[in-house]
């Protein structure tokens, strides 16, 4: 099963991505900060990290940047998932990322379906596979909703 770490600080961002994530099959995890999310990136290896990038303790460029500099995490694939413009994604890339979407043209408004879809083509660019029948599972133990 595909396994996604949530990097979200916002509570009704991460609960609506989690609840999307996971009907969708997926297996998820989430963290609120910059901090929690470098230690679960280590302790649990996802596939794909969906990072947001103005979090406390540790910002989302940061995290990045330290993802890509351990050995541990540097090959896990890092989507920036930010309210920033899309001028910041040539940079985010630069720095690692493996793709940048911006929060307000997935109109989280109604619904999730729009970053299904981007996380979805993200993985298969990846040979990531992608969930084909909804599983219902919840969160992990451990992991913050």
Do not use: C
């Amino acid at each position: 099963m595909t396994k996604i770490l949530l990097v979200e600080d916002s509570k009704f961002v991460r609960m609506g991505a989690q609840r999307a994530l996971l009907r969708a099959g997926y297996e998820v995890s989430v963290a609120e900060d910059g901090q929690q999310a470098l230690e679960m990136a280590k302790a649990e290896t996802p596939d794909l990290i969906l990072l947001d990038m103005l979090l406390p303790k540790i910002s989302g460029p940061d995290v990045l940047k330290a993802l890509k500099k351990d050995p541990v995490t540097e090959k896990i694939a890092v989507v920036a998932f930010s309210g920033l413009s899309q001028a910041n994604a040539e940079r985010l890339q630069h720095d690692g990322a493996s793709a940048f979407v911006e929060k307000s043209s997935i109109d989280l408004d109604h619904g999730f379906n729009a970053l299904l879809g981007a996380l979805a083509q993200i993985l298969r660019q990846h040979d990531i596979e992608v969930p084909t029948a909804p599983a219902r599972k919840t969160a992990k133990a451990g992991s913050r909703v």
